[in-house]
């Protein structure tokens, strides 16, 4: 299956609750109030935020009334590109070599997986590749990404248990540094994001990256269950306001029948998608792509 083909069927229980709604809108509601508050609702409990639904209704209604087309296939059609255009709207980093990783959020959304699966995709493009092991408090959480290192096949830096993950990161800087590695991916412990201390930690991280390696790209991404729903919102906001956001990694995009906070996070946080998980092997991870995400759920 190809990565297209891939998308569509992680996001197959999206695209048949959404438009199963939608289906049942057009056929008892023409255009008007009715249709466009119940367009809305239909937002919303696909986790859209309030205020996300509200632009892309409105969008929707100005468009609709100023080219006075009312058929369901041009409103759907209007409706996905206003989608894939709020999507766009958040500005996409390119990715420069040598780089740093950071993975940052909290308890169990797979940023180990991630980890490994983000190695090999810079394996795949001909690119070396570290991991820095900084999850030190959660128990055999370096063993973990070393299982999945050694899948990767790529050099892991680790300490201890206990140990302060910053010291973990300065030395996968410095090595890195020393071998030429082209891509050195952080792993971070979760992290309840109403912790002040942790988020400090964090901070910290982040500064020993900017100060020891000036001259490197520094990405740092929030990676997001899909089955988080409206609270990826909160969650987004203080891991930004703590190091300062690039971008997300989604990862169980099968295991959810919403997924509309993606919309929400690019329209009020300018927060992009730079991967996405599409299943559970080493290969099913993607660079994000906005048209073929929305094309997917609609």
Known sequence: ???????FGALKKTKDNFSEKLRVLFSKNKLGDAFYEELEEILISSDVSVATA????????????????????????????????????????DISYPCVIMLVGVNGVGKTTTIGKLA??????????????????RAAASEQLAIWAERAKVRIVKHEEGSDPAAVIFDAVSSAKAKGTDVVIVDTAGRLH????LMKELQKMDRVVSREYPEADFLKLLVLDATTGQNA??????FDDAVELDGLVLTKLDGTAKGGFVFSLAAELALPVIFAGTGEKIE???????????????
């Not at 929707?60 to 989608?83: C, F, N, P, S």
């Not at 919102?233 to 203080?238: D, G, I, M, W």
């Open 54 to 93: 509200e632009e892309v209704v409105g969008r929707v209604k100005e468009q609709a009334i100023g080219e006075k087309l009312k058929d369901e296939a041009y409103v759907t059609g209007l409706l996905r590109g206003i989608l894939a255009d709020i999507l766009e709207e958040a500005e996409v980093p």
């Open 284 to 298: 099913d991870l993607e660079r994000f792509d906005a048209k073929s995400f929305v094309e997917a759920i609609l």
């Open 233 to 238: 919102l909160s969650q987004a906001r203080v």
């Open 194 to 197: 109403v912790k002040d201390n």
């Open 120 to 137: 090999h995709y810079f394996l795949e493009r001909g690119k070396t590749v570290t991991v820095a092991a900084a999850d030190t408090f």
């Open 1 to 7: 299956m190809g990565i297209f083909g891939k998308l």
